[in-house]
């Protein structure tokens, strides 16, 4: 897998602003506007026939493909720059290689929805090949995973779009959909610099990326930790959240469906607890990928999840670090310490763990993030304490000693806290000895939208509601505690749902709002 270089972080900023919101601002607008009532109250009006709330791969994907059905669209952008998640990810737009699988992996997963991106994947690859879209090798021999440089990507989908002649709206925020008396979609209301907007259209697609930056929804599914969390998406490593589940609050309040599971889990990599400095991208410089080859004890120092299977029943189903990370999350202050030793520092912590040769322990250090060596486990658990967060070195010592003893008689998986798969729960005997201070990052939420083969979102009673489409990640339970892949949500929806929309008919209600908008 390639790492995106920091060169290769930043979407042109002006390139956007520059080329498409001037020209939205000075000229477009004043052609769409529709001399309506609303006109008149100071609240603008624009008629067209998709409008798509989000720029990452759901949105992106949704306005090639509905533009190639010959509609007009607009994409919506809350963010300055367009991309959102999409363009700080490593881009491997990837599930697994059967559909079994996939149901094996995450059996609480939606079946229609694993079932419709696992059939789509392949057609989306060819849509982004046709297109003649930067689009890298996948694994080898794997028909379900290609490779996305995320920056280029997004920007060619947004020369794309506006060559076809869509518009890209940034800084302009879907704040809810518009209804008629028949309850049928008929736009959205949006809010940009320049005030209030309504866009009428024949279909809606939210694509808002989720709602990991939704401290209502994360605190009452996932943790009361909401502010102790990296924002590892959109937002950057924690500035000012922006997947705050603007599609799914919009759909929610006209009748849509949540998923019925997947609310208490989520994608997702450690990172540095408190770093005194500043994250710069990309963002896996900063991601922890060993926690399952780690000890990882609490603030109280001790163990409180298997750190290769978290908290799954019955056997292993794989899954990597993100389990740990989402236990973690649940710990005081979503806080934890990975402890490892030398032979885990070469192969998982430093070198060759897929993401380029950085040494993790060092960049967490590099920023100000709380670490130790030693070369014996008790002085690496005084330096713990030596912190001030409040790990008792006494304890962390009696943790790993026990920890330690079962690995060697390869019975770590009857400890108290099991270590499930025997061969990430090998013994710390080798120094240095290394420890860091970890905190969870989330990137991408699991619950979420309820929708069918189309790509239509339902309503609690699963009836489709006429006019409302969803891609990328507002879509829920695809991955379901265990990862299976997120940009492949946005790149399997997108291509289903951008057509879908574009063909959907007038509303038959007409134009005027109903009672609910
Ligand atoms: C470091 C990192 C590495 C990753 N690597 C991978 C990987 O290799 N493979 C993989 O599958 N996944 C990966 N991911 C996860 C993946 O990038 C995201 O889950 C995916 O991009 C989500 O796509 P999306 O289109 O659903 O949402 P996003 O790309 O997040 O786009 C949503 C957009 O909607 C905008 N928005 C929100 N609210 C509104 C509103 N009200 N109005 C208008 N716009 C709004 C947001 O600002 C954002 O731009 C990674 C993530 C990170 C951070």
């Known amino acids: 897998m390639a790492r995106h270089a920091e060169t290769n972080s930043n979407v042109s900023r002006r390139h956007f602003l520059g080329g498409t919101v001037a020209g939205v601002a000075a000229g477009a ?33 949704a306005a090639v493909r509905a533009q190639q059905e010959g509609a007009s669209v607009i994409v919506l952008e809350k963010a300055y720059e367009p991309g959102g998640t999409t363009v700080h990810s490593e881009g491997v737009v990837w599930t697994s290689e059967s559909y079994e699988q996939i149901r094996e992996t995450a059996p609480y997963g939606d079946p229609v929805v694993q079932g419709t991106i696992f059939d789509n994947l392949p057609r989306a690859f060819d849509f982004y090949d046709d297109l003649g879209a930067p689009l890298g090798a996948g694994r080898p021999g794997s028909t379900r995973s290609r490779q996305i440089p995320p920056v280029a990507w997004v920007n060619f989908m947004v020369d ?42 024949n279909a809606v697609i939210v694509a808002t990326g989720g709602w990991a930056g939704s401290a209502q929804l994360v605190t009452q599914n ?26 799914f609050w919009a759909a929610s309040q006209i009748g849509a469906a949540p998923t019925e599971e997947g609310w208490d889990s989520f994608y997702g990599h450690g990172m540095p607890a408190r770093p005194t400095q500043q994250m710069k991208n990309p963002l896996t410089n900063y991601s922890t990928y060993h926690g399952n080859w780690s000890v990882v004890v609490n603030l109280r120092g001790r163990r409180f999840a298997d750190e290769t299977q978290g908290k799954q029943d019955g056997p292993p189903r794989g899954g990597g670090e993100q389990l740990i990370n989402q236990e973690m999350a649940r710990q005081p202050e979503a806080t934890s310490v990975y402890i490892w030793d030398e ?13 380029g040769d950085i040494d993790k322990f060092v960049a967490f250090k590099n920023i100000g993030g709380a670490v130790a060596t030693a070369n014996t486990l008790q002085e690496l658990a005084k330096q713990m304490e030596a912190w001030g967060r409040g790990i008792p070195a006494e304890v962390v010592s009696q943790q790993l000693d026990e920890y330690n003893q079962a690995a060697e008689n390869g019975k770590a998986w009857a400890l108290p806290i099991p270590k499930t798969i025997t061969q990430q729960a090998v013994p710390l005997k080798q120094p240095p000895f290394y420890a860091t201070l ?7 939420t699991y619950g979420g939208l309820r929708v069918n083969a189309q790509g239509q979102v339902l309503s609690r009673s699963l009836r489709p509601i006429r006019g409302l489409y969803a891609a990328g990640v507002d879509i829920g339970n695809h991955s379901n505690y265990v990862y299976l892949g997120n940009l492949c949500v946005g790149a399997a929806f997108g291509y289903i749902s951008g057509p879908n929309a574009a063909k959907q008919p007038a509303p038959q209600g007409g134009w005027e709002t109903g009672p609910l908008t």
């Not at 950057?236 to 589940?245: A, Q, S």
């Not at 032979?343 to 430093?350: E, L």
């Not at 970890?438 to 991408?444: E, H, K, L």
């Open 222 to 247: 996932i943790t009361r930790y909401f502010g102790s969390l990296h924002q590892r998406n959109a937002s950057f490593g924690g500035r000012k959240p922006l997947l705050t589940g603007d599609g």
């Open 160 to 201: 794309e779009f506006e060559r076809g002649g869509g518009t890209l709206m940034v800084e302009t925020a879907m704040l809810r959909l518009l209804t008629n008396r028949q309850y049928e979609v008929i736009g959205v209301l949006a809010e940009g610099e320049q005030g209030l907007i309504r866009i009428l259209a």
């Open 29 to 61: 607008w004043g052609g769409a506007l529709a001399g309506t009532a609303q006109a008149q109250t100071g609240v603008q009006e624009i008629r067209t026939d998709v409008v798509i709330c989000g720029s990452g791969i759901g949105g992106l994907t």
């Open 343 to 355: 032979p885990i520092n070469a192969r998982r912590a430093c070198a060759a763990c897929g993401l």
């Open 438 to 444: 970890v905190q969870t990052g989330i990137t991408a």
